[in-house]
Nanobody
Framework: QVQLVESGGGFVQAGGSLRLSCATP???????????MGWYRQAPGKERELVAA???????NYAVSVKGRFTISRDNNKKTVNLQMNSLKPEDTAVYYC??????????????WGQGTQVTVSS
């Protein structure tokens, strides 16, 4: 079973930055590069939504609301995917989930999920 472990969430004031990281200890190193990876978020009372994703070719997909503020990156040697979040707004407050796919074509990965990490942005 693929295990995804998020870290880096926390409390920040509006305008601040946070960096989320997702470790994948049970994915074999030689296969990590071939998987699509992504970040989703879910705010109270709302549906889970895609924030950003990156596939095996390095193509990216961002939610309109975060374009220009968030950057997704992957380190295939460390088997991690990161989300750099700048210029945070109170509406970015949510639980952020790491997601992975079995393969690398999709820009909506959703085969495997992490437990989530809370991000709270105060006004």
């Amino acid at each position: 079973q693929v295990q995804l472990v998020e870290s880096g969430g926390g409390f920040v004031q509006a305008g601040g930055s946070l960096r989320l990281s997702c470790a994948t200890p049970r994915i074999i190193l030689s296969t990590f590069w071939s998987r699509s990876m992504g970040w989703y978020r879910q705010a109270p009372g709302k549906e889970r939504e895609l924030v950003a994703a990156v596939n095996s070719a390095g193509n990216t997909n961002y939610a309109v609301s975060v374009k220009g503020r968030f950057t997704i990156s992957r380190d295939n040697n460390k088997k991690t995917v990161n989300l750099q979040m700048n210029s945070l707004k109170p509406e970015d407050t949510a639980v952020y989930y790491c997601a992975a796919d079995r393969d690398g074509t999709s820009l909506l990965p959703n085969d495997y999920w992490g437990q989530g990490t809370q991000v709270t942005v105060s006004s």
